[in-house]
């Protein structure tokens, strides 16, 4: 999925859950509650960039952080799940 | 630690999970449904703006998945209003329908009023086995309706009951899915409660069904790989550990059923010598918190033995309530599909029971004739 804009996979939605503190990933039937880290990528995931640009945007963010190998390890990990598409 | 008694559970539960069954009419009579066996009894279904309230009190509390059952919850008119007041509060909303109620144009309107996922299930994989269970001749209807929620951009999600009629049916049933590009397919296996305990010793598939069954399903699993998620359950009367019912009295589940009366799970109403709120004379936070339908087995302090000093016990909770009582006679025993259950027989001689019961007995159909005829053979 390299170099491809992702966004996230039809059918799944992000939103930020007030009664749990956390944000959420809803899917038929389902949920997984999202660490802050995990729930700023997947934020990114808006069609608009691919990986190496939610790593720039993220590094811009956090200033000083190296957030490369953990931010694609995460983006792996969610699309092996289903959760992401290239836009 | 306390001796004896409630202990309150450590960990913050809280309805996550919403069922709202909107009404128990249905236009089809499956001998395995769930819905009580005295569902002609329950006459007024809540109203649109009740459901409107439940939605939101429960969505304050945290609930973020909707499911949307029945009876058919396509015989609701306001199912579109419904649907648009739990998008707008931020629910995912699941539809779970036979696809009668249904055409391409209602698909469409639901998914403008924001309806996320749609599950369609069938009986069977033939026109003549699916209308025979369903007591009605609804198969087109079904296929045309599984079409078109995947042309109105949803995954295709078919769902399969499966017994002892049509477990030998499986590649029949799999192969009809693929065929209907569906996305995913639920073998799902009957639970017995309801209807389906009535006619436990006819839909009870054996172990060499079961057998077979897994076998094909497990080779189309491969087979679709990456195509078609296919989901495959053994029944637990099968296991040698109960499930994890409702991942916990309590705890994440909340089911409304269509009088408003609020329920743990969908078929804690058989329970003997509880009585639960109706949501048309208190909150759901009341009712999730403080009702003592919803406290009575939550947490652990309720357990007999074996399961009170079981080192299982926080995997599975001991099992359903409902099978504990319909099988033992008493919920807070352990599920005897456990093998540390000391009525774990109970189990095994339901199988041989049903093994040993012909096929050409006919099945009870959930309608209104059998209410009547259950209920006047007491
Ligand atoms: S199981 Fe069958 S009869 Fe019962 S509500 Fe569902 S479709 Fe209707
Ligand atoms: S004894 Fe009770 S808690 Fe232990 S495994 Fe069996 S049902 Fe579960």
Redesign the pocket.
């Known amino acids: 999925m390299s170099g491809a804009r992702l966004r996230i996979a039809p059918g799944y939605r992000l939103q930020w859950e007030p009664a749990q503190s956390c944000h959420v990933l809803l899917y038929p039937e389902g949920m997984v509650q999202l660490n802050p880290s995990a729930a700023a990528v997947l934020e990114l995931c808006d069609g608009s960039l691919d990986a190496d640009g939610i790593v720039a945007a993220l590094e811009a963010k956090y200033p000083g952080a190296d957030l490369a190998a953990d931010v694609r390890q995460f983006l792996e990990v969610a699309d092996e799940r289903g959760w992401l598409r290239s836009a | 630690m306390s001796a004896a008694g409630y202990v309150p559970p450590e960990v913050p539960s809280r309805p996550l999970w919403l069922l709202a069954e909107l009404t128990y009419a249905?236009p089809?009579?499956?001998p395995?449904?769930?819905?009580p066996l005295d569902y002609t009894a329950v006459r007024e279904e809540l109203d649109t703006e009740t459901w409107k309230r439940v939605l939101r009190e429960a969505r304050a509390m945290g609930a973020a998945q909707l499911g949307l059952s029945?009876?058919?919850p396509a015989t609701r008119t306001d199912l579109e209003e419904i649907v648009a007041e739990a998008r707008r509060l931020g629910y995912y909303t699941n539809l779970i329908t036979?696809g009668l109620g249904l055409d391409a144009a209602r698909i469409e309107r639901l998914h403008a009023a924001g309806l996320d996922h749609i599950q369609v299930?069938f009986q069977a994989s033939t026109e003549e086995l699916n209308n025979h269970l369903a007591g009605t001749d609804a198969f087109r209807h079904k296929l045309e309706i599984a079409r078109a929620v995947k042309a109105a951009g949803y995954p295709m999600v078919l769902c399969f009951v499966l017994h002892r009629d049509n477990t030998d049916s499986m590649d029949a049933i799999l192969t009809l899915a693929a065929q209907l590009g569906a996305d995913y397919v639920e073998l799902a296996t009957t639970q017995y409660y309801g209807w389906a305990w009535v006619n436990r010793d006819r839909l009870l598939p054996t172990r060499e069904q079961l057998v077979r069954a897994e076998a094909v399903a497990h080779r189309w699993q491969a087979d679709m790989k990456g195509r078609m998620k296919i989901y495959y359950v053994v029944p637990d009367y099968f296991e040698d550990r109960p499930k994890a019912c409702m991942n916990g009295w309590g705890k994440v589940f909340l089911t409304v059923a269509p009088d408003g009366t609020a329920l743990p799970c969908h078929s804690a109403r058989e329970l003997p010598g509880l009585s639960f709120p109706n949501v048309r004379d208190h909150s759901v936070e009341w009712i999730w918190k403080d009702s003592p339908g919803f406290n009575r087995f939550r947490g652990y302090g309720w357990m007999k033995e074996p399961c009170r000093s079981c080192d299982e016990k926080e995997k599975d909770f001991g099992g359903c309530r409902c099978q504990a009582f319909l099988l033992t006679g008493a919920p807070e025993n352990a599920d005897p599909v456990c093998s540390k259950s000391p009525e774990h027989g109970r189990v095994l001689s339901a199988i041989e029971q049903a093994a040993a019961t012909p096929s050409e007995r006919p099945l009870v159909f959930?309608n209104p004739r059998s209410v009547r005829r259950l209920h006047g053979e007491a």
């Open positions: 249905c089809l009579q499956c395995y449904c769930s819905n029945g009876g058919e036979s299930s959930r």
